[in-house]
T-cell receptor, first 114, second 114 residues
Framework: DTAVSQTPKYLVTQMGNDKSIKCEQNLGHDTMYWYKQDSKKFLKIMFSYNNKELIINETVPNRFSPKSPDKAHLNLHINSLELGDSAVYFC?????????????FGAGTRLSVL | TQLLEQSPQFLSIQEGENLTVYCNSSSVFSSLQWYRQEPGEGPVLLVTVVTGGEVKKLKRLTFQFGDARKDSSLHITAAQPGDTGLYLCAGASAGGTSYGKLTFGQGTILTVHP
């Protein structure tokens, strides 16, 4: 069983469309994250949820809206997609938010906006 | 804003050579983690260092956390083609509202030629 699974793995869409990426973890973790990795491989946190509550909300356009229906799921909805949104989006989870905070990552969703 | 400067960005070496990757910051971190990412996959944790001056070894990989907990290094001895990949350092915030949040370095793309 995959610990952190996200779907779809690839997403190709037109500018202006709305799309969602889903993430599920079966590790029993309380905290989940969304990261964006750009073409230069830089990984930047976007959001963090702890037990369905938003904890970290970095400077992300409000076209991006995370939703956590339960602590095992954290989905990312993106409205009015722009060319600059093209990137690989990673979901991750961790047991908590402590000083060590080991995170387990999904395999990523490669989003291409045309 | 906490920043982690990781260097070098690219490293291309021959099998059997040694190498060192550095992560430096002006900020103090509660822990420093090293991840390895292969193409099409998410980052996978290699090691976590917590105490200033701590040294951890993982087979041919040696990780060190600076005394002031602001910097870290990864040393690989006798590199092998299987070591090829993207190496990422990540620091966990020491306190405040971002407690536990991971800040990633820019990554080092390592290629080991047979």
């Amino acid at each position: 069983d995959t610990a952190v699974s996200q779907t779809p793995k690839y997403l190709v869409t037109q500018m202006g469309n709305d799309k969602s990426i889903k993430c599920e973890q079966n590790l029993g973790h309380d905290t989940m994250y969304w990261y964006k990795q750009d073409s230069k491989k830089f990984l930047k946190i976007m959001f963090s949820y702890n037990n369905k509550e938003l904890i970290i909300n970095e400077t992300v356009p409000n076209r991006f809206s995370p939703k956590s229906p339960d602590k095992a799921h954290l989905n990312l909805h993106i409205n009015s997609l722009e060319l600059g949104d093209s990137a690989v989006y990673f979901c991750a989870s961790s047991l908590g938010q402590g000083m060590i905070n080991i995170q387990y990552f999904g395999a990523g969703t490669r989003l291409s906006v045309l | 804003t906490q920043l982690l400067e990781q260097s070098p960005q690219f490293l291309s070496i021959q099998e059997g050579e040694n190498l060192t990757v550095y992560c430096n910051s002006s900020s103090v971190f509660s822990s420093l983690q090293w991840y390895r990412q292969e193409p099409g996959e998410g980052p996978v944790l290699l090691v976590t260092v917590v105490t200033g001056g701590e040294v951890k070894k993982l087979k041919r990989l040696t990780f060190q956390f600076g005394d002031a907990r602001k910097d870290s290094s990864l040393h690989i001895t006798a590199a092998q083609p299987g070591d090829t990949g993207l190496y990422l350092c990540a620091g966990a915030s020491a306190g405040g509202t971002s407690y536990g949040k991971l800040t990633f370095g820019q990554g080092t793309i390592l290629t080991v030629h047979p």
